[in-house]
């Protein structure tokens, strides 16, 4: 099409008036006939525009016309050329707005001519157009628009927008109240929260030409990806299963690069939704729940062998803290050797010199920076370095100081927030740990050990049944805290 053009241009400066037309005839079936590079030609005079005019428009072709209009609008010679057209033209290219912009996605910045075109007479085919539009996309021309009735079709769009995003979201306020942030290692979790459904609601099949296209597949691994942070394990694993499931039967339209490139976004969601699940549902067994889910649900995704090997170890870390001290820490070293196999630059948990001597100061801050660094990227495996902490405490291999300790414990009350589960914060671990940190974090803690010990399911359905409001208030944090483990199935 571009070549066609060109020679257009160039029998445009032919002197020979019947020579231009014989030349200007072949060229408009030769247009016709492309079937390609729509969306790549880009008419630089009201010359070139008035020939594709000629060619598509009245062959059958208008939708085609109408799309190289759409892609040209931010150059000023096409713009002016469509106001300065027929009603006629101007009211097929104003309903040909709805369709396309409801089947593809649009950068807003390409919709800035709505502004330069409105005009009153054609208001009701403008709000057919506004009425299709997205949030981000009534923002964009909101924040540009200064035209009183446009401004009011685009608001009038943006506030039944918002009241519907209010029922998607389940009421949850993009705007949250002062005094209910919830911070986890991940953000703030109601922010965590709007980011996830707006995900979900952009991935949506209906919003997409191919809903099984590579394009869409990864918007999905990214909303799963936030399920996750939000804190939502579980949530997350089964959205997995379900995009895996879609993607092994459907996923014929994906290129072979584009094929490569999902199988590492699974690989990288499952090496840390695997574990934790597997540490929340079967604390006992972690390791061998982890590799039954890979090899039952997602058969085609390689372990991540050294995180896996994670599990193995607080196997042996928890038979320690319960008392059976024997031969652990020989378990510990030689399943910490096998880590060192996949990470070689990872510095081992426990060195062999070790197994007789206490472990120094140097070792010991480089194992606070490992769980630290895994917080927000692999939860399970910070937890597990974390529980291998406390047992080296609890042996007296370490010599651990007010400030360690307490950092410690700041470590699992994060885990908690993200995610309020008793895995985070038990008895055993408040009973050794609290007594080193300062007085409002003592009091915070032992608060919420006894909150969790209190709160049963039926005290706190009755309560939020008979004083919801008592949960907004700032001093509630804990209150909230407790609900989310309970409704996440987690406490």
Not at 50 to 67: A, Q
Not at 71 to 85: A, D, E, F, K, R
Not at 115 to 123: D, L, M, R, S, T
Not at 251 to 277: G, H
């Given at each position: 099409?571009?070549?066609?053009?060109a020679?257009y241009s160039?029998a445009?400066?032919t002197?020979?008036l019947?020579?231009f037309?014989?030349?200007e005839?072949?060229?408009r079936?030769q247009l016709r006939?492309?079937d390609?590079e729509?969306?790549?030609?880009?008419?630089?005079?009201?010359?070139e525009?008035d020939?594709?005019y000629r060619?598509?428009?009245?062959?059958g072709?208008?939708?085609d016309?109408?799309l190289?209009l759409?892609n040209?609008?931010?150059i000023?010679?096409v713009?002016?050329?469509l106001v300065?057209?027929s009603r006629?033209?101007?009211?097929g290219?104003?309903?040909f707005l709805?369709?396309?912009?409801?089947?593809?996605?649009?950068?807003?910045?390409?919709?800035?001519f709505?502004?330069n075109i409105y005009?009153a007479?054609?208001?009701?085919?403008?709000a057919a157009v506004?009425?299709?539009?997205?949030?981000?996309?009534?923002?964009?021309?909101l924040?540009?628009s200064?035209?009183?009735?446009l401004r009011e079709?685009?608001k009038?769009?943006?506030d039944?927008?918002?009241s519907?995003?209010?029922?998607?979201f389940?009421g949850?306020s993009?705007e949250?109240p002062a005094?209910?942030?919830?911070?986890?290692?991940?953000?703030?979790?109601?922010?965590?929260?709007t980011?996830?459904?707006?995900?979900?609601?952009?991935s949506s099949?209906?919003?997409?030409h191919?809903p099984y296209g590579?394009?869409?597949?990864?918007?999905?691994?990214q909303a799963t990806?936030?399920?996750?942070h939000?804190g939502?394990v579980e949530?997350?694993?089964?959205?997995?299963?379900?995009?895996?499931e879609?993607y092994q039967?459907r996923n014929?339209?994906?290129?072979?690069l584009?094929?490569?490139?999902?199988?590492?976004e699974?690989?990288?969601i499952?090496r840390?939704?695997?574990?934790?699940?597997a540490?929340l549902?079967?604390?006992?067994?972690?390791?061998?729940?982890a590799?039954d889910?890979?090899?039952?649900?997602f058969?085609?995704?390689?372990?991540?062998l050294a995180?896996?090997?994670?599990?193995?170890i607080?196997?042996?870390?928890?038979e320690?803290?319960?008392g059976?001290?024997e031969?652990?820490?020989m378990?510990?070293f030689?399943?910490?050797?096998?880590?060192?196999?996949y990470?070689?630059?990872e510095p081992?948990?426990?060195y062999d010199n070790?197994?007789?001597?206490n472990?120094?100061?140097?070792?010991?801050?480089q194992?606070?920076?490992?769980y630290q660094?895994?917080?927000?990227?692999l939860?399970h495996?910070?937890?597990v370095?974390?529980?291998?902490s406390?047992?080296l405490?609890?042996q007296?291999?370490i010599?651990?100081?007010?400030?360690?300790?307490?950092?410690?414990?700041?470590?699992?009350?994060?885990?908690w927030?993200?995610l309020?589960s008793?895995l985070?914060?038990?008895?055993?671990?408040i009973e050794?740990?609290?007594?080193?940190a300062d007085?409002?974090?003592?009091?915070?803690?032992a608060?919420l050990?006894?909150?969790?010990e209190?709160?049963?399911?039926?005290k706190l359905?009755g309560?939020?049944?008979?004083k919801?409001?008592l949960?907004?208030?700032?001093?509630?944090?804990?209150?909230?805290?407790?609900?989310?483990?309970?409704f996440?199935g987690?406490?």
């Amino acid at each position: 099409m571009k070549e066609v053009l060109a020679q257009y241009s160039e029998a445009d400066n032919t002197q020979d008036l019947f020579l231009f037309w014989e030349k200007e005839l072949l060229l408009r079936q030769q247009l016709r006939h492309a079937d390609s590079e729509l969306e790549t030609i880009s008419p630089v005079s009201s010359a070139e525009l008035d020939f594709i005019y000629r060619s598509l428009y009245f062959s059958g072709r208008k939708n085609d016309f109408f799309l190289i209009l759409f892609n040209n609008m931010h150059i000023m010679p096409v713009l002016n050329w469509l106001v300065h057209s027929s009603r006629t033209l101007i009211c097929g290219f104003l309903e040909f707005l709805p369709w396309y912009i409801d089947k593809h996605q649009v950068q807003p910045q390409k919709l800035q001519f709505i502004i330069n075109i409105y005009k009153a007479e054609y208001q009701q085919l403008f709000a057919a157009v506004i009425n299709v539009l997205s949030l981000e996309e009534c923002s964009f021309l909101l924040s540009r628009s200064a035209n009183p009735d446009l401004r009011e079709l685009i608001k009038h769009r943006e506030d039944t927008l918002l009241s519907e995003r209010n029922k998607y979201f389940y009421g949850i306020s993009a705007e949250p109240p002062a005094g209910m942030d919830y911070p986890t290692p991940f953000g703030d979790k109601l922010q965590l929260l709007t980011e996830a459904v707006d995900l979900l609601q952009a991935s949506s099949a209906i919003n997409f030409h191919e809903p099984y296209g590579a394009e869409r597949f990864r918007l999905l691994l990214q909303a799963t990806d936030k399920v996750f942070h939000c804190g939502m394990v579980e949530d997350c694993l089964i959205i997995a299963m379900d995009i895996y499931e879609d993607y092994q039967q459907r996923n014929r339209l994906v290129e072979l690069l584009e094929d490569a490139i999902i199988y590492k976004e699974f690989y990288r969601i499952l090496r840390k939704t695997i574990p934790l699940y597997a540490l929340l549902f079967k604390p006992l067994q972690p390791y061998s729940l982890a590799i039954d889910i890979y090899d039952r649900y997602f058969p085609r995704i390689d372990y991540d062998l050294a995180s896996l090997q994670y599990l193995n170890i607080y196997e042996s870390v928890l038979e320690g803290l319960n008392g059976q001290e024997e031969h652990i820490l020989m378990e510990i070293f030689y399943k910490a050797l096998k880590i060192q196999k996949y990470r070689p630059r990872e510095p081992l948990l426990l060195y062999d010199n070790e197994l007789m001597e206490n472990i120094g100061n140097m070792h010991l801050l480089q194992i606070e920076q490992s769980y630290q660094q895994k917080l927000n990227s692999l939860p399970h495996e910070a937890f597990v370095i974390m529980e291998f902490s406390r047992f080296l405490q609890k042996q007296g291999k370490i010599e651990a100081g007010k400030e360690y300790l307490q950092g410690l414990l700041a470590a699992y009350m994060q885990l908690w927030k993200w995610l309020p589960s008793r895995l985070f914060v038990k008895q055993p671990i408040i009973e050794e740990l609290a007594p080193f940190a300062d007085e409002r974090k003592r009091k915070e803690a032992a608060q919420l050990l006894e909150y969790i010990e209190d709160y049963s399911d039926e005290k706190l359905r009755g309560e939020i049944h008979l004083k919801p409001d008592l949960f907004k208030k700032k001093k509630a944090r804990i209150k909230r805290e407790i609900f989310t483990g309970k409704f996440l199935g987690v406490l």
